[in-house]
C-alpha cells in the first residue's frame, strides 16, 4: 500500500468553504478512483490555512497514473484546486513500522 501525503495551504479565510469542497470532491470524484482505499484530512492548529491530506492507495500507479492522467483528476482539481494559495507539495510512502492501534 502507498500513502500519498500532499501538504495544501489554502487563501485565508476559506478553512469552511475548502473543508466542504474537500469533503465532496473525495467522497464524489476521488473515491470513484482505482485503487483508492481510504483518506483523511487535518487541518494545522498553528498555521490554519494549511491541511494534510493522506490518501491510501494500492499501488504508486493508481495515483500517478490512473488517477493523476485519468479523467476523474480535472474533475477533483475543479472542486478543490480554486482555494490552493499554491499547488501543494505531494509525496508517496510506504509503510515501515505502526503501532497496534493505527
Known amino acids: 500500500m502507498i500513502l500519498e501525503i500532499a ?21 464524489t470524484v476521488a473515491t470513484q478512483a482505482q485503487g483508492m482505499r ?8 498553528e498555521s490554519p490555512e494549511r491541511y494534510v491530506l493522506q490518501i491510501f492507495w494500492d499501488t504508486l500507479e493508481d495515483h500517478t497514473v490512473a488517477f493523476r492522467q485519468g479523467p476523474l483528476f480535472p474533475q477533483w482539481r475543479a472542486i478543490v484546486g480554486p482555494f490552493f494559495a499554491n499547488p501543494p507539495h505531494v509525496e508517496h510512502f510506504t509503510l515501515v513500522t505502526k503501532s497496534p492501534e493505527a
Open 38 to 45: 481510504g483518506y483523511k484530512v487535518n487541518r494545522c492548529v
Open 7 to 27: 501538504d495544501i495551504r489554502i487563501l485565508a479565510g476559506q478553512q469552511a468553504a475548502f473543508e466542504e469542497a474537500i469533503e465532496r470532491g473525495l467522497k
